[in-house]
């Protein structure tokens, strides 16, 4: 039974003890299969995210002829083990002018960019297109850097966008009525050096990157933070330790999946323990709020986040260590501070920050709500699966908040009392994901066309709902004709 199209999140009655899975990051398994693809051999991949963005790239791989067999992981629903026999840098062969080997990529980005390099190494011609979502997104800098590499593709829509096409091997040859002004254009000579901009997307190196060794490319990479752009840096330490020759490759956790529950912990907990202090400009309030402050940054994982250990806690179960992943740092920016940015101090997770940031105990201390608190280098979060700095901005709006957009940075004013909003989605996971966690503190929170989460987490409204320890035990209902007509659970809250 699929999820309904609008349901309603209660709040919860009182924190819990829980310990929560989360699929294994979307960002690391997409890259590992293009790496297992190109290996020497048959490569396992354990804890692999099994969603829409990982599924997309599984089937894109069998229809360009690779083998990839899926099996199911035992410690959580939505991960796989998947077996890839790797060609050793070979790419089957594509189809012709009249028909191109067309491969569908939704509107996931990872299989977006880090497949047209990929088809660069083959021979015919293939079509890369998604959703209109998807063909809105940009492209040009990882275009126009393949094309500094000698190869050749074109955008249908002469936009440097998809849906595109990419002439491989014998088919890149010109047709002899082109001009040389045209072939120079078309299809610059070696040698392999290109520059690539990540003003729009990391991704765009990190797909380069990713086949540098196989190509023999030269990359340089342009842009603020080039050298320590986080997901550029996961490519590279990705590349370090791959099993190239084949083997076992163990997929950790989704840090941005699991900021959703770090948050809702605190959400949680934190109001609980203040809610008998309407006055926040009473000095006994700003003591006990500095005195839960002192708690939160001593504190461990597993620990509850208030002083004395009322108010359970939740934890997230084999937490990411190996640094790949930047909003593994999540859970030290909560408290927030007054400034965040999302260059270099959080990823994705910075939307869940913001959801965060709109609630009065948020912030860093209670002073903050006056001068708000930052979000700056949002400009990303425009281009990707929505405007989701408009969203944000929004949707939050309808709840209460007070917010100022400047340019590419979103200031978030502390409310004491957000209200319940129905709210749209724009069909972007991780904005149904953030205001369904919102909505385990704030009464009326309703989620439009939830199964949206399908995209990373299929199972998210699951562990809401779960009893603890395994999940919140959170009541999730459906709600038509402006009313809860029947509780949720168990399957039903699968977005399939």
């Known amino acids: 039974m699929a999820l309904p199209e609008l349901i309603e999140i209660l709040p919860l009655g009182q924190p819990v003890q829980a310990e929560i899975t989360v699929p294994g990051s979307k960002s690391i398994t997409n890259r590992a299969l293009i790496l297992a693809a190109l ?29 990839v067999h899926v099996a199911p992981d035992l410690d959580e629903l939505c991960n796989r083990t998947l077996l890839v ?36 190494l083959g021979d015919g011609v293939y079509r890369l297109h998604g959703t209109p979502r998807m063909h809105e997104r940009p ?56 520059r ?21 490319w030269q990359i340089e990479i342009e842009g603020e933070n080039a050298e320590e752009s986080p997901y550029v840096v996961m490519t590279s330490k ?19 999946s699991g900021s959703y529950f770090w948050a809702a912990n605190w959400l949680v907990a934190v109001n609980a323990w203040m809610k008998d202090f309407p006055n926040e400009n009473d000095p006994e309030v700003r003591a006990r709020f500095h005195e839960v402050w002192e708690w939160v940054k001593a504190s461990r994982p597993g620990q509850s986040p208030v002083p ?77 699966e929505c405007d989701r700095v408009a969203a944000l901005h929004a949707e ?11 340019g590419d940075t979103l200031t978030v004013y502390q409310t004491r009392q957000l209200h319940g909003a129905e709210i749209e989605t724009y069909n972007d996971h991780r904005m149904a994901m953030c205001f369904a966690i919102l909505g385990l503190k704030v009464p009326g929170i309703r989620i439009k066309n ?28 459906e709600v038509k004709d402006g009313r809860r007509t029947r509780r949720l659970e168990g399957a039903e809250l699968f977005a399939d």
């Open 396 to 406: 939050l709006t309808k709840c209460g908040a007070q917010l100022a957009v400047t």
């Open 308 to 384: 004395g250990g009322a108010g359970g806690a939740f934890t997230v179960r084999h937490w990411p260590a190996s640094g790949w992943q930047i909003d593994a740092d999540f859970r030290q920016f909560v408290p927030l501070p007054g400034k965040i940015s999302r260059a270099d101090q959080l990823g994705d997770s910075i939307m869940t920050a913001i959801i965060l940031g709109a609630d009065l105990w948020g912030g860093l201390a209670l002073e903050q709500r006056e001068k708000g608190i930052e979000f700056s280098d949002l400009g990303r979060l425009r281009v990707q």
């Open 85 to 120: 026999f790797g060609l050793g840098g070979t790419v089957p062969p594509g189809g012709t002018d009249a028909e191109p080997l067309n491969l569908f990529v939704g509107n996931a980005g990872t299989a977006a960019r880090f497949l047209a390099p990929l088809l660069c």
């Open 196 to 216: 690539v901009s990540i003003a729009e997307s990391s991704q765009f190196a990190s797909a380069l990157l990713l086949f540098s060794k196989t190509g023999g």
């Open 39 to 67: 290996a020497q051999g048959e490569v396992t991949l354990q804890g692999a995210l099994w969603s829409e963005d990982t599924q997309i790239m599984v089937e894109c791989l069998k229809a360009l002829g690779f083998v």
């Open 238 to 256: 990705l590349l370090e330790v791959f099993p190239h020759q084949g083997g076992t490759f163990q997929i950790e956790p989704d840090a941005s």
């Open 450 to 477: 939830p199964a949206c989460v399908k995209k990373t987490f299929p199972n998210f409204f699951q562990k809401l709902a779960a009893p603890p320890p395994a999940g919140l035990g959170a009541e999730i209902w």
């Open 139 to 194: 492209q040009a800098g990882l275009f126009q850097a393949l094309r500094q590499l000698g190869y050749r593709i074109e955008a249908e829509n002469g936009d440097d966008r998809l849906p595109a096409r990419v002439l491989a091997g014998s088919a890149a040859r010109l047709p002899e009525s082109q001009t040389e002004f045209d072939l120079r254009k078309s299809a610059p000579p070696a040698p392999k050096l290109c």
